[in-house]
């Protein structure tokens, strides 16, 4: 691939020296000046960050793994658990579910040892889905059990039909405990403090980003509001996506992924660097990249997909570089893959505004940030301006 010197003007060359990291001490500055340190805090286990494990094995029916009855228990909890959450803070919850089988015999349909303790898992981490739609959705309540049988607890107690085992009232006890379902629920993750318990006093603060981590769905910004007025939020020319979650962590506005200045790459709609990074995120099913407000394309081949990006298909687009060159090529990778599906994003010029209320502290703010290299890494801003609205 050809190599090609981009022609641009001072202010560009100075915005793209800021947002490229320095590879002698990888300290990455935002635009303009340094930011300073943001105080972090770690949720601890405790009684306050540990919801009291539950025990619902027995109320599945014999051989059956679908059970009303359990749905109905993780229904009645939820005011509990929806209020542990809201008190014990954290930037996200997960629930783990474990499960059990003894040695006894398996009801037709589940011969494989282990299969009915994986399907009674799995059936609760599909009530908690249905349950928990919107907590699920934005990223603070996640589900964790056993993905195959070889994750499930297999019991240790002899069984043998022809000796009695199954009318032993000691060995009936014994299975009975070895076949089990459980699950619990922890706070858990980095949650970032503001320097006060009002977010009106942001005016002027830069974030250094840097790039999210997978383990917390690339979140790098997550606050209380507190008081009345609008946001300011400002990318650059590197996607970011703002949200604002009511009290009940609903997703109430949803910037998406935007960026608000233009990229250097002049034919280029999208910058492939950033549209790969993405779609790998999205066939992960991360919560960063889900909701309605998240840009898709599709394309039944590399060369349909090409022709996408490009600004003015009949025109070269010049060489290869870390932004462009080598993410086409990881994009025809995933086009003779199979992948059909490809996540872009809004680009305006200038910073995104936003309403928000809170002031009680009662809703919040999250930012999502999976873009990054070694080199290249996302910075953005984060202002507000109370008893304002737009």
Sequence with gaps: MIKQTWNIDEDERNRILNLHESATNRQYLTLEQAVQPIVTKTTTSSDNTVFPEQKIGNQFKFGEYQSDVVKNSIVALKPKIEEFIKKSGGNEFIVNISAGESNVTNPKGFEEKGSLALARANSVKQYFQEIFPELIENGTLIIEGPKDVSQVVLGKTPYDKTKGDSKNPELIKLYKQEQFVNFDIKGTGEVRDSDSQNICQWPGRKINAGQGEERYDYVLTNEKLFGKGVITFDTGSIPDRLIVTNKNN?????????????????????????????????????????????????????????????????????????????????????????????????????????????????????????????????????????????
Excluded: M
């Design 250 to 390: 609903v997703i109430t506005q949803d910037t998406g992924y935007v960026t608000t200045r233009a990229h250097v790459y002049r034919n280029f709609k999208w910058v492939p660097l950033y549209v790969y990074q993405l779609t790998l995120i999205n066939l992960k099913n991360n919560v960063s990249v889900s909701g309605s407000k998240i840009i898709k394309i599709t394309a039944n081949s590399y060369e349909e997909l090409f022709k996408q990006l490009l600004i003015d298909p009949t025109k070269s687009f010049g060489g290869g570089n870390d932004e462009v060159g080598d993410p086409l090529d990881d994009l025809k990778r995933l086009c003779e893959q199979g992948v059909k599906e490809f996540v872009v994003y809004t680009q305006q010029t200038g910073p995104v505004t936003l309403n928000f209320n809170g002031p009680s502290g009662e809703s919040g703010l999250k930012v999502y940030s999976p873009i990054g290299t070694y080199k290249i890494k996302t910075g953005y801003s984060v202002t507000a301006n109370c008893n304002k609205t737009i």
